[in-house]
């Protein structure tokens, strides 16, 4: 049962065009929402979150939106840049009622290639 | 954010061997996770080590296969017990940083043969 996925594996733009990453969820529970990008070789590393309570968040080039009624969530990267082509993986969190701590589930990934 | 080292970087295992998966983290955390990334899937969350206590397996993960060690607040370890083809896989292991998302390791690619 696959909670969060990335239904494009692989997305090419353009250097200095947009690139719009997708990712949908089915568990109404996930209330923090993450994007992480990661190299070859390299574990993945952090880019940006949300919680539910908001509806965007943004830092520098990189916007994540959250569609809660669609349980819907795009990272949005512009300009994008050639140090950009990455894989991109979204993970959604909810607390766990016996720890009281976050554990994340992730998607299956979205293999970015900005074209120069 | 927290700075962790993982070793080894990678290794190739012959089947039914072990190996001993490390990562010291550069602070002192309450829980660290340990994930698996095989060929094309996502990462999926193997348990929580909790600094004490024994660690808390997801489903479809057991003790006996991956056991675990977290004898303080800044290190933990992770066996792949009696391996098979099957466990060829990516290990990753993490900790949380209130706020700011969690930390990846660099990451283990295990290559059984």
């Known amino acids: 049962d696959q909670q969060v996925k990335q239904n494009s594996p692989s997305l090419s733009v353009q250097e200095g065009r947009i690139s719009i990453l997708n990712c949908d969820y089915t568990?109404?529970?996930?209330?923090?929402f993450l994007w992480y990008k990661k190299y070859p070789a390299e574990g993945p590393t952090f880019l940006i979150s949300i919680s539910s309570i908001k509806d965007k968040n943004e830092d520098g080039r990189f916007t994540v939106f959250l569609n809660k009624s669609a349980k819907h969530l795009s990272l949005h990267i512009v300009p994008s840049q050639p140090g950009d082509s990455a894989v991109y993986f979204c993970a959604a969190s909810r607390l766990l009622s016996n720890f009281g701590n976050e554990k994340l589930t992730f998607g299956t990934g979205t293999r970015l290639t900005i074209i120069p | 954010s927290a700075v962790i080292s993982q070793k080894p970087s990678r290794d190739i295992c012959q089947r039914g061997t072990s190996l001993t998966i490390q990562c010291q983290v550069d602070?002192?955390?309450?829980?660290m996770f340990w994930y698996r990334q095989q060929p094309g899937q996502s990462l999926t969350l193997i348990a929580t080590?909790?600094?004490?206590?024994?660690?808390?397996?997801e489903s479809g993960f057991v003790i006996d296969k991956f056991p675990i060690s977290r004898p303080n607040l800044t290190f933990s370890t992770l066996t792949v017990s009696n391996m098979s083809p099957e466990d060829s896989s990516i290990y990753l292991c993490?900790?949380?940083?209130?706020?700011?998302?969690?930390?990846f390791g660099s990451g283990t690619r295990l290559t059984v043969v």
């Open positions: 602070s002192q955390v309450t829980m």
């Open positions: 993490s900790v949380e940083v209130r706020y700011k998302g969690y930390t």
């Open positions: 080590a909790n600094q004490g206590s024994e660690a808390t397996y």
């Open positions: 568990n109404s529970m996930f209330d923090y």
